[in-house]
């Protein structure tokens, strides 16, 4: 994981954005997400879609073998408090529940970073990344 945020930095450096937002969809989400607390700074925002962004509640029932993976919540202490974050999931979505990504923005929100949780009506796992609310939250976050 920190192999991606070495890689995010490098991009920075080259490029000098003044903004810097990552978008990750499902486990992808779940990466940014940890990323935003483990190297506090890295991103200035983040769309997270269809995120297992509570990974204690989305491993019920979906396997008897454990395995190890960093879970989103146990970062959200560490997050910049400037960061601004939206969490999109599909209202149909199956695979990570609007549930997951919902509980992760009211814990950034008690600890007062500008989170945004949003179903996206009509979509599963999949097609939401086909919705326009994924181009209104990068125009959003790019204001």
């Known amino acids: 994981m920190l192999e991606i945020g070495t890689v995010i930095e490098r ?7 003044d903004t810097t937002v990552v978008v990750g969809h499902s486990g992808g989400a779940a990466i940014a997400a940890v990323l935003l607390g483990m190297q506090p700074g890295l991103a200035d925002a983040a769309i997270l879609i269809g995120c297992p ?5 989305w491993r019920l029932g979906r396997s008897r073998t454990p395995w190890m ?3 989103p ?4 202490g560490q997050v910049k408090q400037t960061t601004k974050i939206i969490a999109l999931t599909g209202s149909r979505d199956d695979t990570t529940a609007p549930g997951l990504a919902k509980t992760y923005v009211e814990h950034l929100q008690k600890r007062g970073i500008k989170a945004v949780f949003k179903v996206v009506p009509d979509a ?15 125009a959003e976050l790019l204001r």
């Open 53 to 57: 962004c509570d990974m204690a509640a």
């Open 73 to 76: 919540l146990m970062w959200v």
């Open 11 to 17: 991009l920075k450096g080259k490029f000098k954005p």
């Open 69 to 71: 993976s960093e879970d």
């Open 124 to 138: 599963g796992h999949i097609d939401v990344l086909r919705s326009q609310a994924i181009t209104d939250a990068i």
